[in-house]
């Protein structure tokens, strides 16, 4: 048995949304994200309910393989998604957005992700998910879904 202290990357973000929790929430799952996050395509969608809930299993095409995610948390009441993410052999990363009202009619989201490697590959790309990225990723999400809660449509970035 091989025992080592994880190699892990944390980052966090608030996000500034234009709706309040109970309108955003829903967007919030992998069948609804695809409405207003572009590039977004889950190959594999497994859910009871048709969307978002616990126990809900999702398939994204990647690099260097397909990623699996698994949501652990969908708490319609709280404003709560936790969601773990693995890429078999690479990373396992964890995912939590916690919805608050935020001033009139708005929300503030508090996003949290952390990946630990699982082999060298994962640690060249905690290498590569600095801040700079983190923000700059966060800032798109943000703007693609006040886009969204605004007009109804997604957001052209070409």
């Not at 892990?8 to 996050?37: D, I």
Request: charged residues 25%; contains cysteine; glycine residues 8%.
């Amino acid at each position: 048995m091989k025992i080592e202290p994880p190699n892990k990357v944390s980052r966090s973000f608030t996000q500034t949304l234009c709706a309040p929790p109970e309108e955003v929430f829903p967007l919030l799952c992998p069948v609804r994200e695809a409405e207003w996050v572009n590039g977004w395509r889950p190959s594999l969608v497994l859910t009871s309910s048709g969307g978002g809930e616990p126990g809900c299993i999702f398939v994204t095409p990647g690099v260097p393989q397909d990623s699996v995610w698994l949501m652990t948390e969908f708490d319609r009441e709280r404003y709560r998604v936790e969601i773990l993410k693995v890429i078999p052999g690479v990373v396992v990363g964890k995912i939590e957005v916690r919805l608050r009202p935020h001033g009139e009619g708005e929300s503030q989201a508090d996003i949290i992700y952390t990946y630990t490697a699982l082999s060298d590959y994962g640690t060249a790309m905690l290498k590569e998910f600095t801040e700079p990225h983190f923000v700059s990723f966060m800032e798109t999400w943000e703007n693609e879904l006040n886009h969204f809660l605004t007009t109804g449509t997604k957001l052209d970035l070409r």
